[in-house]
């Protein structure tokens, strides 16, 4: 399957950014307290001067008028406590593709494209979810061409709430069962050439993304590297995972989240 080239934003953040940490695929909901508490914590305590959450923060966004109560609130809360002191930006992913303008403004965040160079600690970083460049799942790409469409969101959340959260809850039941039955080393990973392309294209050498949760470091070529997002459960995986990855003036490092 071809791809065709993106449009590539740009967030120019030189000598106003200093430290600015990664991370994504939270996959918060009402069954990841644990997860949202972690999030909390490093959110308080971090000395970065911004978090870039690329991509599906939520196991599932609906719409943004969940936003006023049950978990959807608390977390609402914690990224608008977040903002007040630090950079945020959301870059939607597979699962919260449906964030709105309202749920952006009401937590102070950055909204990213997805691709968005940014330029910040003396270096540019292509940043994208990374499941536009999965091009072996045809199935995915022809779904997300499908939901990605304006028609198809305005029918969507044009259903009543709890219509959707039950759609919502079908689908992720779909998916954890298709998941039980694979094996993850099989699912589609991002395509080589693709991403080499997006990065020749976008004049950067390196890409930071998650999704497939399946945190590494792999060069594409002599110039060419992506690094990949770690996804978090501090709720049921054993060891709980959390990781962060972190951009200074002295390149990338992997940490785990700040707490007090």
Do not use: K
């Amino acid at each position: 399957m071809s791809l065709a080239l993106p449009r590539f934003s740009e967030l120019s953040m030189e000598g106003v950014w200093s430290t600015v940490d990664f991370l994504s695929d939270l996959h918060l909901d009402a069954d990841h307290p644990a997860t949202l508490a972690a999030l909390a914590s490093h959110l308080r305590h971090t000395p970065a001067d911004a978090v870039l959450i690329l991509g599906d923060l939520f196991e599932a966004w609906v719409g943004d008028d969940a936003r006023h109560a049950g978990w959807e609130r608390r977390i609402v809360d914690v990224l608008q406590q977040a903002s007040s002191r630090i950079a945020v930006g959301f870059m939607a992913g597979n699962r919260d593709f449906l964030v709105g303008a309202a749920l952006v403004r009401d937590c102070g965040l950055i909204a990213l494209a997805d691709p968005t160079v940014l330029q910040a600690c003396g270096r540019r970083v292509l940043l994208s979810h990374g499941d536009a460049l999965c091009l072996e799942d045809l199935a995915y790409q022809r779904f997300r061409q499908e939901v990605r469409q304006d028609a198809w969101r305005e029918r969507f959340l044009a259903r009543p709430l709890a219509e959707r959260r039950a759609l919502a809850a079908q689908m992720r039941a779909a998916s954890r069962a298709r998941q039980a039955a694979g094996q993850p080393e099989t699912w589609a990973d991002l395509d080589d050439a693709a991403t080499v392309q997006w990065l020749h294209e976008a004049g950067v050498d390196c890409l930071v993304h998650g999704h497939t949760h399946r945190p590494g470091e792999h060069l594409l070529s002599p110039r060419h590297r992506r690094l990949v997002l770690s996804d978090w459960d501090c709720d049921h995986a054993q060891p709980p995972r959390a990781e962060v990855l972190r951009l200074s003036a002295t390149g990338f490092r992997r940490l785990p989240p700040d707490h007090a």
